[in-house]
């Protein structure tokens, strides 16, 4: 491969005309992926919050810049006790919540409140800009023991150079430095309703290139990225809760991405996404395992229709070959390289051999801007309605069954997650919401599925205000052998008996 000398998928942020480039106020340029300053987060709960994102500057000189996002639920799942001993109380209260949608495998629907900070620095002008993003998990405030994986620190650290007076009607976007980039992303300006890249995600140091072309109404979007880890976890290492349970077994990766797609007038964009991740590291398990390999290959349609409101299509094939060796450098639908393949898709048997497709899809409405075009600017009652599915198809080297019945537990299991949400503005400081989920974890073997329903309040300064606090009560419905997890690191603990109800407190806040 040479990567070097092709450029290939995903401009980032480009307006890609100059004309659109000359208007005070410019209309969103057409993405095929989610900018790495926008927040590693679930949308703000409820859906009448406005996105994350940062408006268009103007040129000027250097200047400093402070942006960020928190989201911070108090959270607590209902349950009994079992057997009753003396001083004791019959109702139990868990934090986390003893519930099945936790963040880590397919299951996850962002519907449990995630604790969520990230601090960005950026100093720069219009062509050159610096950031630095620091982000945390878990506030030590709050927190029982300290849980450094939950507390990374500095995030991301990277240049960008936006460049559009290098060719006429072109415009190139080029990071350089150690940050992550997420496809498949279904949201307008964030990770969707499942805050899950439907793609990858990457995480690394190196460089990203996109460049767009206009011609007239029509734009031509390409990008490559080349990107490696700075270290691997060293052989003799004991994996515990203070390095997230390093693996050994895995060696320094490294990802290779080209994209392209096609815009059309600010309306709509159709891409295309090919990845390759892989390791060559003689260090892993001292040399005793293939290299890991993990292709992807993904496209998607994005269709910004104005009053008609936000359409994501998506689909990709993940094809892992012996991706054992491979870390978190790629994570593929919350879980990270080939061990979270294996031990939430593939198998333990598998070596990290076998194949996911995945398909997903998105529609966000706002009544509101529906009836009243470009005239509504947010300033009055509004209902926004969304509805969103993701389906994964497994095919794996491992072959195990459940003893119990037969049934196949990992090669030729569809996992599907439907779901539906609605949000009434109704005064500026007052709005209510509900969300339904349905998940099945193996659509074949429905004794495993659950879903949840979540009514809330939603309190916040304003019709257009950054700020939002949420009140959440969630009740859950189990199939006979729902399973839930604990211990740590987490896995799957059958003598756990699932929680029906769970109530969020969420103070949430962008700038």
């Not at 998990?137 to 936006?162: H, K, V, W």
């Not at 460089?207 to 767009?212: D, F, T």
């Not at 879980?335 to 939430?344: D, F, I, R, S, Y």
């Not at 095919?395 to 996992?415: A, C, I, N």
Request: hydrophobic content about 40%; some cysteine.
């Amino acid at each position: 491969m040479k990567p070097c000398l092709r450029i290939a998928v995903i401009l980032c942020s480009a307006t890609l005309s100059l004309s659109a480039a000359a208007e005070e106020n410019p209309a969103p340029p057409p993405v095929l992926r989610l900018a790495p300053s926008a927040p590693q987060s679930g949308p703000v709960p409820g859906g009448l919050a406005p996105a994350y994102h940062r408006a268009k500057r103007e040129r000027s000189d250097w200047r400093f810049d402070f942006h960020g996002m928190l989201m911070m639920p108090l959270r607590a799942s209902i349950g009994k006790r079992e057997f009753v001993e003396a001083a004791q109380q019959e109702t139990t209260l868990h934090s986390p919540p003893v519930v099945p949608d936790f963040r880590g495998n397919f299951n996850y629907t962002g519907t449990v409140p995630q604790p969520y900070v990230g601090l960005q620095f950026t100093y720069g002008n219009p062509i050159v800009t610096g950031t630095v993003s620091v982000v945390s998990r878990m506030p030590r405030a709050a927190a029982s023991f300290f849980d450094p994986p939950q507390n990374p620190g500095i995030e991301d650290a990277y240049l960008n150079f936006q460049l559009a007076d290098v060719l006429k009607n072109a415009r190139f976007d080029v990071d350089i430095g150690a940050f992550s980039q997420r496809y498949g992303t279904m949201g307008e300006w964030d990770e969707g309703r499942y805050a899950t890249p439907l793609i990858a995600r990457t995480n690394g140091i190196g460089e990203a290139i996109s460049a767009g072309f206009a011609f007239g109404k029509w734009s031509l979007l390409v990008s490559q990225e080349i990107q490696g880890q700075a270290d691997k976890p060293w052989n003799g290492i004991t994996p515990d809760y203070s390095n997230d349970f390093a693996d050994s077994r895995t060696g320094a990766g490294w990802v290779f991405g080209e994209h392209a797609g096609v815009g059309y007038d600010g309306m709509g964009v159709l891409g295309l996404h090919y990845m390759v991740a892989f390791t060559q590291d003689d260090r892993a398990s001292q040399n005793k395992q293939p290299d890991g390999r993990l292709s992807i290959l993904g496209a998607d349609l994005r269709l910004t229709l104005s009053r008609f409101g936000h359409f994501y299509l998506g689909a990709a094939s993940h094809v892992a070959d012996y991706a054992r060796s491979i870390g978190r450098i790629i994570e593929v639908l919350n879980v990270e390289g080939g061990p979270g393949l294996m031990q939430e898709y593939l198998g333990p048997k598998s070596a990290a051999t076998g194949s996911l497709f995945t398909v997903g899809a998105q529609y966000d409405l706002s009544v509101s801007r529906l009836l009243y075009g470009e005239r509504f600017e947010g300033l009055g009652p509004d209902v926004v309605v969304s509805l969103f599915g993701m389906q994964t198809s497994v095919k794996s080297d491992d072959k195990s069954v459940d003893p119990r019945d037969g049934h196949s537990l990992y090669d030729g299991v569809t996992k599907r997650k439907l779901g539906a949400e609605a949000s009434y503005g109704v005064l500026p400081w007052l709005g209510f919401s509900a969300r339904f989920d349905q998940v099945w974890p193996d659509v074949d073997y429905t004794d495993t599925a659950f879903a949840q329903i979540s009514p809330r309040v939603l309190l916040r300064s304003g019709w257009n205000a950054r700020d939002q606090v949420a009140l959440q009560y969630s009740h859950f419905i189990y199939g006979s052998q729902t399973t839930v997890r604990g211990g740590y690191p987490l896995a799957d603990d059958p003598t756990l008996i699932p929680d029906k109800h769970m109530l969020a407190l969420t103070a949430s806040l962008w700038w």
